[in-house]
């Protein structure tokens, strides 16, 4: 079993749909948790970072981290074409490397 | 605006001749990371830089080496590359090392293919 499952898509949605994309992870140790946008052709970028359990929200982006469940979401409200890219799910323990999900691939279409 | 630049963007190299990739990076950050990643795969860490000191990850093969002469340029030597090797090869910087929170900045990556 990985360690982080991400769910590769593709996932198509029109615009001003909701998205909601999720990772799973196997270590109960994990405490951040961190979601990156990667257009094509370009290194990932930061998008939202939460700590522990709970909800972050950033304009229309929303982080959740269920750790009993050991389930993270991003959702993403309004969506717009320019949301196309694949976002990875990231996590780590304290001083540990980062593990990444394999990421899922978003086209939000106009 | 501070970055991290990878040269180039497209590498295409011959089964078993070296090639080398390059990453350099204005934002002055003590840690350098190169990642691979393949096609629908999540990020694999290579090694990292924290100043001068290396670190290899266990499972990195040998055929993977790094030199970083100074703290703005990184690179990623491979000395044979297999079919295998073909990747994303993405360079990453970071303030801290390996802290749990530290936010990652990547170059724009370079697409390896091997012939």
């Known amino acids: 079993q990985k360690e982080v499952e991400q769910d590769p898509g593709p996932l198509s949605v029109p615009e001003g749909a909701i998205v909601s994309l999720n990772c799973t992870y196997s270590?109960?140790?994990?405490?951040?948790f961190m979601w990156y946008r990667q257009y094509s052709r370009k290194g990932p970028e930061l998008l939202m970072y939460?700590?522990?359990?709970g909800n972050k929200e950033d304009g229309r982006f929303t982080a959740q981290v269920d750790k009993s469940s050991k389930y993270i979401s991003l959702f993403i409200r309004d969506s717009q074409p320019s949301d196309s890219a694949t976002y990875l799910c990231?996590?780590?323990?304290?001083?540990?490397?980062?593990?990444f999900g394999a990421g899922t691939r978003l086209t939000v279409k106009p | 605006d501070a970055m991290v630049i990878q040269n180039p963007r497209y590498q295409v190299t011959q089964f078993g001749k070296p090639v080398t990739l390059s990453c350099s990076q204005t934002?002055?950050?003590?840690?350098m990371y190169w990642y691979q990643q393949k096609s629908s795969q999540a990020p694999k860490l290579l090694f990292h830089?924290?100043?001068?000191?290396?670190?290899n990850e266990a499972d990195t093969p040998d055929n993977f080496q790094s030199r970083r002469p100074n703290t703005s340029f990184c690179f990623l030597d491979i000395r044979s590359p297999g079919l295998g090797d073909a990747a994303m090869y993405l360079c990453?910087?970071?303030?801290?090392?390996?802290?749990?929170?530290?936010?990652?900045?990547f170059g724009s990556g370079t697409q390896l293919s091997v012939l």
């Open positions: 990453a910087t970071s303030r801290r090392r390996r802290a749990a929170n530290e936010k990652l900045f």
């Open positions: 270590n109960s140790a994990f405490q951040y």
């Open positions: 939460t700590y522990s359990s």
């Open positions: 990231a996590m780590s323990v304290g001083n540990n490397d980062m593990r």
């Open positions: 934002l002055n950050h003590n840690v």
């Open positions: 830089y924290y100043d001068k000191d290396f670190n």
